[in-house]
């Protein structure tokens, strides 16, 4: 590919297997090239004084801005160039490789990360010879040594596999977004091959929400008696069938027979049975982020920062110290190093009953997941327990690490024993049913429960025969309930399960489609917007197969054979490139525009209010009928739509007639019912300007947003205020006081207080 294909040298210098070298004598000077800056401190302390450790700060080549950055012609040959703000970054990284003896290309290990590792040999102005890439899954001695004594070449089969990811990316975003900007109008929409999929799974979840018709269906629970023991069963069978109750007529009948004193209740049958609750694998990145979201309210985004800093390393007593191994992978296995650690610190400190007799393996068959060369999600020193280290960690550190400790020694440790009973109680010709467990062995619950805290259901000892008495019956009406919205961590699961995207993906796809206003949050779950709804079903429409999840996830495994040398890059490309640009240009053919309505009349026209974005990139509702009809409300008109007018005491200083308060999209504003004279809304804070003595003090908000309070009269009067006026004047100078909100209380101050007056008071919590 472009430099790599041409350069016989490199490659040359880059095939071979796996070489075996002495550490780095000490006469020698070797650099090692990371991309983050944090895992140099623990890096440094693991090497010692021989090894400079310099960041790459990431990527530091990309294709050039507004042009495609590769030639269909010439195979996609691609062309790079260094990201201007890493001008600096390759100048220093030169500087440093030519005092070193040997480089090492110490990214990450994943398929960016040996892309990224190519990108910064191709900068360097220094010998082959002298460079060489290693790898390393955890930040501990053993790992990062070892990684430098087994050097090896960059492998170009994983390069190219990124490559074709970059280069499909970018085909489809060039491509997609001119025929979006076409239909729709708006030059800020953009289309990205994975992201457009993700969008379109919440769009469709939410027709599902909308079309959902809830089913009405009943439940009867009755509260039995044995010797003055009471427990509640659940009707479950009516002639041992299965019972619905669909109506509340159904549910009285069956009630009333239950309730009648003729009814009888005896026990019909008990079920023991002991079961064994095994522990699941340690995380993956998807179970990681599910988890974390689950247990501990973390988005995405937040669970993989988190996992990036333990990672890299933290500041213990001892030094610089990487907590955990890599946390993009979607492999379950694990090291014989890290099992052996694992099974002395379960022994020594829980006991043999807590080890298996064989070691817990989750790898299924002899294929495994597509970075195998990593393992799954673990403490790097078992032995460092969350308690042992909570005095160096973040709160949240602390938490996402004690989650990633407990998932790997619990998934090393014995199943738990649990002992279940079931109950059926006949009644006549129904039969209820209740049901209990008891743990016996925790076994691995001992660390770890993915389900809630589980609360016994207790109930007196029955046997089959035993008559019971009926205290009461209790009938209770459901309605079905419909798909619930994606939430960050259910998005992630159902992108896993159709195979889209991979581990170092999730989090950039669901940050990309919020900050497109494509999906918004609500109430921690993601909804499409009227834009994002109007794109996805535009591209749905247009652009079957991309939108298509078998074809994304097909590509996902493309580019797996890329890296396996199953499959040829360029001809992936090709491939997919031809029926993708007749698609694009019958698309671009078609000139018909998309209005997107939004179901909300104009309240001065009548006429459909459609989506609009400003200049700056904001979203509002605008008058169809523009622009005879300027009519503009914010996105959520539609449900303030049904709210009557908000009557405002303010008379029109045009005609005096009275006022209503409106939203728009840049905030609240005044409307006179007369002549329709709009002005912006500011709340008045009821003090007289101290300098024209006409207007009054308002809130107002400057270009950035920041509040401040200015006379009302402006422009006429430019008097200003950064705090709110109390209305009470200075005893020492006779200036307005303010009030200041401070983290340790609210003060009374002199607004002078720049020019030399420091008159201040505490206010009293009853004040």
Known sequence: MAKANTDKNKTKKASGSLKKTNAAPAREKALVIVESPAKSKTIKKILGDNFTIEASFGHIRDFPKNVLGFDVQKGFEPSFIVIPEKKKVVTKLNEMAKKADKIYLASDPDREGEAIAWHVREVLNVPDSKIFRIEFNEITPKAVKYAVENYRAIDMDKVKAQHTRQILDKLVGYKLSPILWKKLGNYRLSAGRVQSVALRMICEREEEIEAFIPQEYWSITAELDKDGSAFEAELSKYQDKKIEIPNEEEALKIVDYLRDKSTKYEVCKVTDKQTQRKPTAPFITSTLQREASSKLGYGVSKTMQIAQKLYEGIELESGSAGLITYMRTDSVRISDDARDMAKDFILANYGQKYYPEMPNNYVKGKKENVQDAHEAIRPSYPERTPESIKEYLSNEQYRLYKLIWTKFMSSQMTNAKVANKSVEISAGEYTLRVSTSKILFDGFLKLYNESEEEVENKIPDLEKGDSLSCRKVTPKQHFTQPPPRYSEAALVKALEEHGIGRPSTYASIITKI??????????????????????????????????????????????????????????????????????????????????????????????????????????????????????????????????????????????????????????????????????????????????????????????????????????????????????????????????????????????????????????????
């Not at 495994?557 to 490139?577: E, M, P, S």
């Not at 920041?706 to 006779?734: A, H, I, M, Q, R």
């Open 514 to 767: 919020q900050t497109r206003g494509y999906v918004e949050k609500l109430e921690k779950a993601l909804a499409p917007t009227l834009l994002g709804r109007t794109v996805s079903k535009q591209l749905v429409t247009q652009f079957t197969n991309i939108m298509d999840y078998k074809f994304t996830a097909g590509m996902e495994t493309r580019l797996d054979n890329i890296a396996a040398k199953k499959a040829v890059w360029n001809k992936v490309l090709q491939n997919f490139y031809e029926p993708f640009m007749v698609t694009v240009n019958e698309a671009m053919k078609d000139d018909t525009r998309v209005t997107i309505e939004s179901g909300v009349d104009c309240p001065n026209c009548g006429k459909p209010m459609v989506l609009r974005t400003s200049r700056k990139g904001s979203q509002f509702l605008g008058c169809s009928g523009f622009p005879e009809c300027k009519t503009m409300m914010p996105l959520n008109a539609q449900a303030q739509q049904a709210n009557e007018p908000e009557v405002c005491d303010i008379k029109c200083e045009k005609c005096g007639g009275d006022c209503i308060f409106k939203v728009g999209p840049y905030g609240k504003y005044i409307e006179c019912t007369a002549c329709q004279f709009r002005k912006p809304y500011r709340r008045s804070t009821g003090v007289t300007c101290p300098k024209c003595e006409k207007g009054d003090i308002v809130e107002r908000k400057s270009k950035r947003g920041t509040v401040f309070y200015g006379c009302s009269k402006y422009p006429d009067c430019d008097f200003t205020l950064w705090n709110e006026p109390t209305g009470e004047v200075c005893p020492e100078c006779g200036a307005l006081l303010v009030k200041k909100a401070l983290k340790k209380g609210t003060t009374i101050e002199c607004s002078n207080k720049m020019k030399g007056c420091s008159y201040k008071k505490e206010v009293e919590e009853n004040e």
